[in-house]
């Protein structure tokens, strides 16, 4: 293909010594010094990053020119399977029930209430339409109701860069009360009394590090916590009892708790159990006890405890619910009269209700691949829990179930305007061999009929990362390649959590390269099966996933027919080594810390994706960021692509997209988000079938 002339950075190595080791980066200058300035404002950037972002933005449009109409048809059809005026099934809480609805057209929901039971009329709450007006990104992180049903509280960003701003309401008057906390973590809670407001402070790192409680109404903060610990992310809540305020900290391998009673809210916090490496808990209350969900004392996929203690310190856990290897207890909900655990076994969720009595039965269903998840819920004192079942080929269908009688009720099923016929598709639950003999799930969408002769065009996607299982889910977008005859794969790789905990410690730390391989064997399994043919299979991952998605590529770059990697964390030996920046000492348990240990330094100098391009035939790729990304910072891919385009021998083209005005997930409205997926999606027709090339 005649392709326009991509921009060419200049080079400027630096030498880096650590450990005695040495490396060249020739692009380190694509980090701006003030980064934590252009989180905040993005016009900050130094010029010549922003010239230069602003040049590859401008080979993107260039060279999918001729996609154009593709990208506005894929917009258009995914558009046309959101139900514009949505609106979701109310919560009940007490005399009220909340909902939240899209106006035709909006981008953003409007939050209301209303009598429980529906009756007369709906109380707008916040209106994210209209606060949104005049930015070019806003999200809102978290809005609730205090428990008088008095006050409303949210936080919006209104930038991407997930430092958020908390707003308090007070409902009779519509008086926005006090100065707007700054600097905000996207969570919060009010205490049980309503009283008090309790939010979570980020540094400027964009790390969360403080805890402070604030008069609901406004007024001076009191520091209640301090993190010592960069490394540990730092959040608080309430029992779902509402009898006490929780405070936790944790990392991918290691939490603590700390109590405040509800009854005295100004109380310090009072510590639960020490932090041990390794060992995670979280705490419920059931029954007048304490919940306790821990890997303690070898329990790899987790286990129940109870305790009656006032502050329930280890020395005062029973085993409540066993350990089972291989069946993976996701989390627990609690009720007055029940309490609902997710398990996980072989990429299958089911929910597990038991009583007081002690009697257990299961929630589960049919399709050879689904998700199942708890919707959540205001209310303790109830008999009904709300769950959210969904597949890749079953629109989410949103069920009230009555814990006592087994009566489940459906609330709503996801409309689909432009039409939606499952029986016209087929969900498929494969297995691969790894090289060291696990068994991989792979959940495979495609039309019925579909011939397996390797003539379909296949996408696997794949992230394998931090414990979080990729769902066999239903997606309005995925149905856009399906519908053109492409199979659709989720590769359940190691380093996510569908196969237990132990399938996540498989995948990750000295551990980590077994993702990669995973996902490989994902791909050659399902060519081997006719699914697809090598050298023509699409690849897709994001943040971690991009990761994957660079490493892969490295590894085996004849194998794909096109890379889309988004916001990927692909620079991971200098991200690992920059204790500036927001996730790298949180994520040492996750990676290895390069900075200190020799044997983690070499090991992640063997596959970070950018440390390891070399001359080989790289497939048509393109790397997406956001400007204002804390996360996986806009440097990341664009020093990747640089360096792909130095080495790369094949002749294909390495793209770079950022999103100059927004942050880790991207565009914030509901319609804008779309026109991201569309181009990635543009690009792998473009690249694997050829469709709008010049």
């Known amino acids: 293909m005649t392709l326009p002339t991509p921009p060419r950075p200049r080079k400027d190595p630096i030498t880096i010594e650590q450990l005695g080791r040495v490396r060249v980066d020739d692009y380190a200058w694509m980090k701006d010094d003030d980064w934590q300035q252009v989180l905040r404002d993005p016009s900050k950037v130094k010029a010549e990053v922003r010239e230069h972002l602003v040049a590859e933005n401008a080979y993107v449009a260039a060279v999918l020119a001729g996609t154009e109409a593709l990208q506005a048809k894929l917009f258009e059809e995914m558009k046309g399977r959101i139900k514009e005026d949505d609106a979701s099934v109310p919560d009940p809480d007490g005399a009220f029930e909340y909902l939240g609805r899209y106006e035709l057209g909006a981008q953003h929901p409007r939050h209301l209430r209303r009598a429980r039971g529906g009756e007369g009329p709906e109380e707008l709450l916040l209106d994210e339409e209209a606060r949104a007006a005049g930015t070019a990104y806003y999200s809102v992180g978290g809005a609730e109701h205090s428990p008088d049903h008095v006050l409303y509280a949210w936080s919006e960003d209104v930038q991407g860069s997930e430092y958020y701003r908390i707003h308090v309401r007070d409902l009779a008057s519509g008086e926005v009360l006090g100065a707007p906390i700054e600097n905000a973590n996207g969570d919060f809670t009010f205490s049980p009394d309503s009283a008090w407001l309790f939010w979570v ?119 409540f619910i066993a350990h089972k290897s291989g069946r993976l207890i996701a989390g627990a909900a609690s009720f007055k009269n029940h309490l609902v655990r997710l398990e996980r076994e072989n990429a299958v969720d089911q929910l597990v209700v038991r009583d007081l009595a002690g009697d257990e039965h299961a929630i589960a269903f049919d399709e050879p691949a689904y998700a199942l998840g708890l919707s959540g819920g205001y209310e303790y004192d109830t008999s009904v829990t709300r769950f959210v079942y969904q597949s890749p080929t079953t629109p989410r269908q949103t069920f009230d179930y009555d814990m006592a009688t087994r009566q489940r009720t459906l609330r709503k099923t996801q409309e689909i305007p432009s039409g939606h016929d499952p029986a016209r598709y087929e969900t498929r639950r494969l297995y691969a061999k790894a090289p060291d003999g696990a068994e991989v799930p792979i959940t495979v969408l495609m039309l019925k009929g579909t011939l397996l002769d390797g003539s379909a065009p296949l996408l696997v996607y794949g992230y394998g990362a931090y414990g979080f299982p990729q769902e066999a889910s239903f997606s309005i977008r995925n149905l856009s390649l399906v519908d053109r005859g492409w199979i659709w794969a989720i590769a359940h790789i190691r380093g996510g959590s569908d196969k237990g905990w132990g399938w996540f410690l498989d995948g990750r730390g000295l551990a980590k390269k077994n993702t990669f391989t995973d996902f490989i064997a994902c791909a050659d399994h399902l060519v081997a099966e006719g699914y697809g043919t090598a050298g023509k299979v699409a690849a897709y991952g994001g943040s971690a996933g991009g990761m994957l998605m660079g490493a892969i590529t490295n590894m085996r770059p004849e194998l794909w027919g096109a890379i889309i990697a988004a916001v990927p964390f692909v620079d991971v030996l200098n991200t690992m080594s920059d204790t500036s920046l927001p996730l790298t000492p949180p994520e040492w348990p996750e990676w290895g810390n390069p900075l200190k240990d020799e044997a983690a330094y070499d090991y992640i100098a063997s596959y970070s994706p950018y440390d390891n391009v070399g001359a080989k035939p790289y497939p048509p790729i393109i790397a997406t960021g956001g400007l204002s990304d804390p996360r996986v910072t806009w440097w990341e891919p664009e020093k990747w692509v640089a360096r792909l385009r130095e080495h790369s021998t094949s002749g294909n083209p390495v793209l770079l997209k950022i999103n100059m005005e927004a942050g880790h997930g991207g565009a914030s409205g509901r319609f804008d988000f779309l026109k991201e997926i569309a181009l990635d999606y543009a690009f792998a027709i473009w690249a694997i079938e050829g469709e709008g090339r010049g």
């Open 201 to 319: 402070w980020r540094d400027e790192n964009a790390r969360p590090s403080k805890i402070f409680r604030r008069p609901a109404r406004g007024g001076d903060d009191a520091l209640i916590y301090e993190e010592p610990d960069e490394g540990m992310f730092i959040g608080v809540d309430v029992t779902a009892d509402r009898s006490h305020i929780l405070i936790h900290a944790q990392n991918q391998g290691t939490s603590e708790a700390w109590l405040i009673p509800a009854a005295d809210p100004t109380a310090a916090p009072v510590l639960v159990e020490p932090r041990r490496e390794g060992i995670r808990y979280g705490l419920g209350r059931w029954d007048g006890r304490w919940t306790i969900r821990t890997n303690d004392d070898g329990a790899v996929d987790f286990k129940l405890m109870t305790s009656d203690a006032a502050v329930p310190a280890k020395a005062s856990w029973r085993e």
